[in-house]
Every structure is written in structure tokens, then in C-alpha cells.
């Protein structure tokens, strides 16, 4: 059974920094690409960021860009989302997800195959 398991969330002010992790068992995505989305209460789930298979090519939604850093380490299937410079419009549950046939960089959510149970990032004013 494939899981990915998000960690790292929480309520924190307006300013701060935040680290999502998003662990995955039951395979191996070295060679998939991973993303991020995240679903504000009352809105539609949004892109946010994603990486492709090789670590170096991402995309980010115009709002993250310059804030938020996706990275990945294989070697421990985990997929990070660093979060700098939080704003209250940031508050959202944030889903992982991954393609387990795609390598490269994508950015709509039907086209990824697996999802984590989202996390809910709260920022305060």
C-alpha cells in the first residue's frame, strides 16, 4: 500500500517559518515527481509547488514564489516544503502528493496518483 504521510504543521504567526515533510512507504518515488497543494476553507485545492524526479527542477504558484522551497532527499523518500515569510492567505490543510509513472515537474492535481491526508498550516495575523 502506498502512504504519504505529511508532518510539520501548526499555528504560528505572520512572519514565520514553517517546514513541511511529506514521508512515503510502499514506493519508491526517485524516480516520480512530488508536489504540494493545499485547500483554503471555502476554496478549491490549489498548486502550490512541485519537484521533478532529479531535485532541480520545481514550479511554484506565483503566490509562494520567493517564500516557499520544495526539496526532496531520496535517499529518505521525503519530499520538504520550507515556509518563509508566512501570511495569513497561506492558511490551508497542504496535501503531498506523488506520480508513481511521471518524472517530471507537474502541476494539476488529477494527474497525480497518490495523496497524503493533508496538514493544516494556520498563520495569525
Not at 521533478?52 to 514564489?65: E, F, H, I, M, P
Request: with cysteine.
Amino acid at each position: 500500500q502506498v502512504q504519504l504521510v505529511e508532518s510539520g504543521g501548526g499555528l504560528v504567526q505572520a512572519g514565520d517559518s514553517l517546514r513541511l515533510s511529506c514521508a512515503a512507504s510502499g514506493h519508491s518515488f526517485k524516480n516520480n515527481v512530488m508536489g504540494w497543494f493545499r485547500q483554503a476553507p471555502g476554496k478549491e485545492r490549489e498548486f502550490v509547488a512541485t519537484i521533478a524526479w532529479n531535485g532541480y527542477d520545481t514550479l511554484y504558484t506565483d503566490s509562494v514564489k520567493g517564500r516557499f522551497t520544495i526539496l526532496r532527499d531520496n535517499t529518505k523518500n521525503t519530499v520538504y516544503l520550507h515556509m518563509n515569510s508566512l501570511k495569513p492567505e497561506d492558511t490551508a490543510v497542504y496535501y503531498c502528493a506523488g506520480s508513481t509513472t511521471v518524472y517530471y515537474t507537474l502541476i494539476r492535481a488529477s494527474q497525480y496518483d497518490v495523496w497524503g491526508q493533508g496538514i493544516q498550516v494556520t498563520v495569525s495575523p
